[in-house]
């Protein structure tokens, strides 16, 4: 009996499958296939023929294609946000290049401008750095500091190695002599200038030790922020590192006034004078060439992918 009830269900449900046409019906569904014969249960009822099935197929990959092709188009302009960037990059640092050069030429006339006489206001003394001034008193030698390691300033080629981890030059020191200034009855402090490191030691150097009055022009300088891996100034042992006006005038007993002695306040026979460095690091124009460079890579690669590919 259920033989014949299964015969007879397989009849009526055969019957309703007509020129490509499949019933699916609410309760029951079979499927006819080359490999036989399959039951779903409880699908809805969908009735389609081939023509339909056609139609469905194209909608279907009409909207694969369409979203295919709107991610391919956001792509696209997002990776041409790389040499975007990278061009906007190489105009910075020209700008940073020109605005660099303007600098070191207004601090140059600044270090080369005629002297004025040294203030005693620490607000004006602020506004001054690179200026030239002009003092007159003598050195206390017993009280000198050394600034060390130093190599001989040479504009031309520190403007050469600006922003080099070394140096090629020979190494020795700045020494920063206290200067009692007798028009202006206060002491301050002047780095004398440049002694290689077998004339550090006073006695090496006695012709220099001037005791009498002179006069001296100097380039104000302020207090230099310790960089990274400059070690740390080691008062006890007069080695310094770096320019502490603070810690200096705590030793010396001199007011927080720091000129650099000019090149023609040299005194024959002691340290040599023009130790100011005005050549800034200026690495610009490598930066330009490098962000230039890659905004020409990544846009020939952008063209070769997007546009090149599209016009063959």
Not at 8 to 17: A, G, P, Q, V, Y
Not at 280 to 292: A, C, G, P, S
């Amino acid at each position: 009996m259920n033989s014949f009830r299964l015969m007879l269900m397989f009849s009526n449900n055969t019957c309703k499958i007509i020129r490509g046409s499949i019933l699916i019906s609410p309760k029951r569904t079979l499927f006819v296939t080359r490999q036989g014969l399959f039951r779903r249960q409880d699908s809805p009822v969908i009735r389609c023929n081939s023509g339909t099935l056609a139609r469905f197929s194209q909608r279907s990959s009409s909207t694969v294609a369409r979203t295919e092709k709107g991610e391919d188009s956001f792509l696209k302009w997002l990776l041409l946000l790389i040499p975007a960037t990278t061009f906007c990059l190489g105009t910075w640092q020209l700008k940073r290049r020109k605005w660099k050069l303007e600098l070191i030429r207004d601090l140059q006339s600044l270090t080369t401008s005629e002297p004025i006489p040294l203030p005693i206001d620490s607000i004006d003394i602020k506004q001054l750095e690179y200026r030239r001034v002009k003092v007159r008193g003598r050195f206390d030698h017993s009280k000198e500091l050394y600034v060390l390691p130093r190599s001989p300033v040479d504009p031309e080629r520190e403007t050469q190695e600006a922003g080099r981890i070394s140096s090629s030059a020979e190494s020795g020191a700045n020494v920063i002599t206290p200067f009692y200034c007798a028009d202006l009855g206060i002491t301050i402090l002047v780095n004398r200038g440049y002694v290689p490191k077998a004339k550090i030691r006073p006695e090496t150097r006695m012709k220099g030790q001037v005791t009498e009055d002179v006069d001296l022009v100097g380039v104000v300088r302020l207090t230099e922020q310790r960089k990274p891996f400059v070690p740390q100034n080691n008062v006890e042992a007069n080695r310094w590192y770096y320019r502490d006006l603070e810690a200096m005038a705590k030793v010396t007993g001199a007011e927080e006034i720091f000129i650099d002695a000019v090149f023609d306040s040299t005194i024959p026979g002691g340290p040599i004078g023009g130790q100011t460095r005005v050549a800034l690091r200026n690495e610009h124009m490598q930066y330009v060439i490098t962000w230039y460079g890659l905004c020409a890579a990544t846009s020939y690669m952008w063209y070769a992918k997007f546009i090149k590919r599209i016009a063959l």
